[in-house]
């Protein structure tokens, strides 16, 4: 069964600490990406990876960290310097060839702060 | 800048309706133009496509209209129904990178 899976569904975190997010793919495919997701906001794009050990900044970067280390796995962490983080976060992927740019998207993964 | 504009930012419209959801965008550069159909609390999932060579794709019931000098293009869904109402993007790459996207449209079907 193909697709994307992020988890946990729902994570809590509590002031000063970091989280991580996990999102999982196995379509083989190269790029990956992460948005957050707010009301009336759409969705924005945090950090994106083209190929493994590779990575760059999305528009909204700031108190996020990301690794690479495998073509399947792009954990997103929300450390302690992102202070409104509470949102709904959108992990993605797509084929990454030219040509071939279709976007998927994983179920989310909805944060809230205690 | 938000380098995809979208609008309206909600939309109600009666059973067996036609819905138009539309959005303009700046870079010329821009070569896909992806809609993207979200329900609450799911990750959006890909509707319909088009690229700037077509004026117009059909799938089904959902229609995209691409004005390519205008730098505009919109969405159709003609015999709209109540499960249709979700919140849909829309959004643009340049070659399979950055994807901008719109801020989206909520639209409610209501029988």
């Known amino acids: 069964d193909g697709g994307i899976t992020q988890s946990p569904k729902y994570l809590f975190r509590k002031e000063g600490q970091n989280v991580t997010l996990s999102c999982e793919q196995n379509?083989?495919?190269?790029?990956m990406y992460w948005y957050r997701q707010d009301p009336g906001q759409g969705l924005r794009l945090i950090y994106y990876s083209q190929i493994v050990n590779d990575f760059q900044k999305g528009d909204i970067a700031e108190g996020y960290s990301v690794s690479r280390e495998k073509k399947e796995s792009f954990p997103l962490t929300v450390t302690s310097a992102q202070k409104n983080p509470t949102a709904f976060y959108l992990c993605?992927?797509?084929?990454?060839?030219?040509?071939?740019?279709?976007?998927?998207f994983g179920p989310g993964t909805r944060l809230l702060v205690l | 800048q938000q380098q995809v504009k979208q609008s309206p930012q909600s939309l109600i419209v009666q059973k067996g309706g036609i819905s138009i959801i539309n959005c303009a965008y700046e870079?010329?550069?821009?070569?896909?133009f992806p809609w993207y159909q979200q329900f609450p609390g799911k990750g959006p999932a890909l509707l319909i496509a088009?690229?700037?060579?077509?004026s117009e794709k059909k799938e089904g019931r959902f229609t995209i209209s691409f004005n390519k000098s205008a730098k505009q293009f919109s969405l159709h869904i003609m015999d709209s129904q109540p499960g249709d109402s979700a919140t849909y993007f829309c959004a643009a790459s340049k070659a399979g990178n950055q994807f901008y996207f719109g801020t989206g449209t909520s639209l409610t079907v209501i029988p």
């Open positions: 088009i690229r700037p060579d077509v």
């Open positions: 379509l083989n495919h190269d790029a």
């Open positions: 993605a992927s797509s084929p990454g060839l030219a040509g071939v740019t279709t976007q998927y």
């Open positions: 870079n010329t550069a821009f070569d896909y």
